[in-house]
């Protein structure tokens, strides 16, 4: 497995109270980083003190939003390890948003090799405490001086890492989400299924809205019919109505989300009917309405598995299993963080220990 160069930080940074995480908040002592120049690929990987990168005023990412991103995290395991999940996952979806963006393949093993590099220099910033991990945020940004819409020549890949708690206030009590109706995040042939900033950008507004309104996110609808859910923007949903899981398609408008995969995978394992189709917010209401909506939570790499405990929609609102967790939500958070942080067995063989 390929070794980076490492220029150590001087100083090392005290590391924040384990039990008072902000998500994104803190950044470690060292970044990996790696240039790439037409005419001659990714260059130059290497692991640096964690600081600021100069940049021209007209790099082509502030102009033109040519940039991509991840988001993974590592775990300690009650020995005391450190240990990813499906990394693979994440590195061959960059490469499916820069192949979307214009932005050159990264080398997947070499990839995969500088976020196991930098993850054992930081081995110390993993926290242990419950609900606790280091987030991993690969990006990709186009770094060419030229004001020129096109794919630009120079990029730079960078990884940094932060230690974290629950992505949402709430932990793992229910949010309450809104279902948009004038914004929309994506639509089917643009960007919604890479993890590219714009995507983002454009959710800024409609989820100030929301939260002005008591909402923590936004349920986005399609952006050409306007009737089909879609996500959340941090995290994909899935809905129990009846005995069947309900999870919207994959649309090329809908993330595919690794959490997703992995639960839907999970509950497929465990004998349950989980349909990947369209659905529309009329359907979801109604059967919050007529009481066969059992339970509504959202899955996502920062977000874990999130119960919905309240959902509105125009003059809507419905109230989804008492405002509380459900048992199949709780079964799927107990799963998937025992596997995470190996308190639990790995029969799929997603964890890869460092
Ligand atoms: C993640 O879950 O890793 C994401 O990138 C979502 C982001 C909104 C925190």
Redesign the pocket.
Known sequence: MKEYPVQRAAVLKEKPDPNTLV??KTFTDHMFIMDYTAGQGWHDGRIVPYGPISLEPSAMVFHYAQEV?????AYRNPQGQVQLFRPMENVKRINSSCDRMCIPQLPEEDTLAAIEQLVRLEADWVPSAPGTSL?I?PFIIATTPSLGVHAAHNYIFCIITCPVGA?YAEGINPVKIYVENEDVRAVRGGTGYT?CGGN?AASIRAGERAEENGYAQVLWLDGVHREYIEEV???NVMFQIGDTVVTPKLTGSVLP?I?RKSCIELMRSWGLKVEERLITAKELFEAGANGTLKEAWGT????VVSPIGEMGWEDKHVVVNAGKIGPLAQRLYDTLTGIQWGTQPDPHNWVIKL
């Open positions: 998500f994104g991103f991840e988001g993974l995290k987030y945020r992505y993890k983002y923007g941090s995290m989300g959490t996502g790499t920062a977000a």
